[in-house]
């Protein structure tokens, strides 16, 4: 399963590609950042943010898109540019019919280190770690993206599991009513 | 100028296209709102938006979109859907060049009905009145999104002389410095 996070924002969005799936050695295949001008109209930003992701999403054809879930209780400011950013790339990848998961935060951080509440520093050395890398990705954006793609290649078997047992409960329901 | 309005939204996002200058009768050239199923996926639903709103464009090619300022103060949730429909308009808006206004709820309040705290209703009754409608346009996404297109034409002259000001201000710092 070839899964690209991306760790939405304006000035920076975080972008990384990896490929594997749970239980076996992961693969980066590419990683790196979308920058636009902080000094530039939120428009051209979301442009600039627009052409990135459809260069990332040609260079690797992903078949799913892990987007971090937002929430407003951060910096007011800071949250409205990353719901725009990550609205961009949901509508990049949904476009293309590419798949969507969103992740929390703490889920993402529990999936590479154990703890819902690990540093900036540790998700970049489990990163590091998971993927074999020589040192962490800089900027920790980067780091982030992997470790969104990394989480969803996880936890993807026990969610189709969720979704099997639900499916299967309405089809029970279905023929019983 | 011909300005078009949008009140964004997930759920309803408004439309209003206005035609007109600052001091004289205006006209309203349309009026509706693009809708998206709640059970949609938040990616299908933010292309839904991205096609409503190019036809938008297609139907009226705008010299201008004026989008709602989002503000985060207010429900959590439906703020992060509002933040993701403006993202897409704004996009469609800049990716044809057309240049994006933003202007906050009560900017557009106070344009139309004198009030800053002005209720929805009085919206809809000050449109109705300076638009020579029959009734007031409904939902009330649709009127806010013709507010805010009328907001701007009234409010461009001032922004124009402000940055004119602001300009020749700098050129005239660049002389003697």
């Keep these: 399963m070839r ?92 476009r293309r019919g590419i798949p969507v998961a969103l992740h929390t935060p703490s889920e993402v951080k529990a999936a590479v280190t154990g703890s819902g509440r690990a540093d900036k520093a540790q998700v970049g050395a489990m990163v590091t770690r998971l993927l074999r890398l020589a040192a962490p990705p800089k900027p920790a954006d980067a780091a982030d993206a992997l470790a969104l793609a990394i989480c969803h290649i996880w936890r993807a078997p026990a969610q189709n599991r969720l979704q099997q047992a639900v499916a299967a409960q309405h089809a029970l329901k279905g023929r019983t009513t």
């Design 3 to 94: 899964v690209l996070g991306v760790d939405p924002g304006l000035t920076r969005c975080g972008m990384g590609v990896v490929d594997g799936v749970a239980g076996r050695p992961l693969t980066m295949l590419g990683v790196g950042v979308v920058r636009t001008p902080a000094d530039a109209d939120i428009g051209h930003r979301l442009v600039a943010i627009e052409r990135g992701m459809e260069e990332w999403l040609d260079a690797y054809r992903p078949e799913l898109v892990a987007v971090e879930r937002v929430f407003s209780q951060h910096n007011v400011r800071t949250v409205m540019g990353t719901a725009q950013a990550s609205a961009v790339a949901m509508l990049c990848a949904s």
